[in-house]
């Protein structure tokens, strides 16, 4: 028997990995984006520094966007003008649930200073931080527990 499926009308979905840190929000301003876009919840943002507005983290190119927040609520960039969203600033994540949105990206170039900031990375199924690098493998029974709120 489940004792809660869903709080404020969101199935869980195993983002958060625990409750040994809390789990601290804050809205944040996220640049203009040249192509429409949408960055899906328990993605890895990055502040610049420059200009103090949000993009999804990126450690692949030469001006490196190091993880400093992970998004809570999904959010649709605008091509005409910055968008507020909300992402949480510390607690415990399960690093499997976690999204890069730059391929050759992996969180471990990002793990010390998301430790730094007070996220901390766990995982829920045991897997080590270079397996969870990768995508999970889809099965047949994937959808079906999703919509159990599994």
Known sequence: MTYVETIHERTWDELIGGTAFPAMTANVTFAQATVATTLKRGTLVAKDTATGKYAAADSTVATAKVG???????????????????????????????????????????????????????????????????????????????????
């Not at 999904?74 to 005409?80: N, P, R, Y």
């Not at 949480?88 to 730094?116: C, M, P, Q, W």
């Open 68 to 150: 400093t927040a992970i998004l809570a609520y999904s959010v649709t960039l605008s091509t005409t003008a910055d968008v507020v969203g909300t992402v949480y600033t510390s607690g415990v994540f399960n690093r499997e649930r976690i999204t890069l949105v730059h391929k050759g990206d992996t969180l471990a170039t990002h793990e010390d200073e998301l430790r730094r900031l007070g996220i901390y990375l766990t995982s829920l199924h045991g897997q080590t931080p270079d397996a969870a690098d990768s995508p999970p493998e889809e099965s047949e029974d994937s959808d079906e527990e999703e919509e159990d709120g599994v």
